[in-house]
């Protein structure tokens, strides 16, 4: 399986130095070799993923930034970054690794449901938050991700009172579980499979959204009219 090689990570640090369109055409070919070394091992990542998981898709984030609305008129992120998505609509989640000169940040969850699955996430919680704070208690998921994080409304959500016995779990936007792994375990053979390892352990959580998404209230299945 593919290695990511020092110098794919050597060359962020030069960017973060010389992040400029210059500096970075006299070294496209740098560039190119670095992309193509994190592109395959998006794609062994993926193949290894799909021995556990149904993946529907990968996507390998691109290094140029969109600077239109920002104030930091940077051209180039000082990262690679790369996701991977569940098959929908029955499977949900989705994997996302990070690799910068601090090492890698893996992240899985949920980070932007629409409205309506927000909304019915919301709607199990009121109904039956214990088995949402097991799914988030599984011992090997704290064990490698610790507690779940993300984005969450200031007071509650709309149609929820504020001292609601499951407040804490309403509030949130975002189900979100990251964790870090240093520098130095990038470049080892092993890394690639303690990637695969590291996302395994969120898959009780989302065999349980998935349950919950997969279904209305009542139990039924909420897309029994689309093909599998």
């Excluded at 008129?73 to 990070?98: D, E, I, N, Q």
């Excluded at 309403?170 to 996302?199: M, P």
Aim: proline share 4%; with cysteine.
């Amino acid at each position: 399986m593919t290695v990511i090689a020092e110098d794919t990570i050597g060359l962020l640090l030069d960017i973060r130095m010389n992040n400029n369109r210059t500096w970075f055409t006299e070294h496209k070919d740098r560039y190119n070799e670095a992309h193509q070394n994190v592109k395959n091992f998006l794609v062994d990542l993926t193949s290894e993923m799909g021995k556990y998981d149904r993946i529907e898709k990968s996507k390998l984030f691109r290094i140029y930034r969109d600077v239109r609305f920002s104030k930091d008129k940077s051209p180039y992120h000082s990262h690679w970054s790369m996701s991977m998505g569940r098959a929908k609509p029955y499977l949900r989640g989705g994997y996302y690794l990070k690799l910068s000169p601090e090492g890698a940040t893996l992240a899985c969850g949920f980070w932007n449901p629409d409205s309506k699955d927000l909304a019915h996430i919301r709607s199990n919680i009121d109904l039956d938050d214990q088995s949402f704070r097991k799914a988030i208690d599984n011992k090997r998921l704290r064990e490698v991700f610790g507690t779940m994080k993300g984005e969450v409304v200031k007071s509650a959500p709309k149609g929820y009172p504020k001292d609601h016995p499951a407040i804490d779990l309403l509030r949130h936007k975002q189900f979100i579980f990251t964790t870090q792994i240093n520098r130095a375990q990038i470049h080892e053979n092993g890394f690639l499979k303690s990637v695969v390892k590291s996302f395994a352990a969120i898959r009780p959580f989302f065999d349980y959204m998935s349950d919950v998404l997969g279904h209305n209230l009542n139990g039924e299945e909420r897309y029994a009219d689309e093909k599998r």
